[in-house]
């Protein structure tokens, strides 16, 4: 559960249901709509999500402020900090 201080989410994009490198070319294409200081929830049941998605915000600059282990995958909150 996020706590009070887990900024709400800007946009969210539904992953459920697609595998790699699906969840990663649609988040970044979500992100490149977002301004920086916006966040990105990304829904997705991909087992690879994770590392995947870890990876991708490393590599682009973006943070990762939350994941959640959800009913249905996961769910991460990504700000855009570039």
């Not at 459920?16 to 294409?29: S, V």
């Not at 998605?53 to 682009?60: E, F, I, P, R, S």
Request: contains cysteine.
């Amino acid at each position: 559960m996020a706590d009070s201080k887990t900024p709400k989410a800007n946009h969210t994009l539904d992953c459920i249901g697609l595998y790699c490198p699906m969840p990663i070319l649609k988040t970044r294409q979500e992100m490149d709509k977002l301004d920086v200081g916006q966040t990105l929830e990304v829904l997705a049941d991909d087992p690879a999500a994770e590392e995947d998605l870890k990876a991708w915000a490393k590599h682009t600059g973006q943070r990762i402020l939350e994941i959640e282990k959800t009913g249905e995958g996961m769910k991460f909150l990504i700000r855009k900090n570039k």
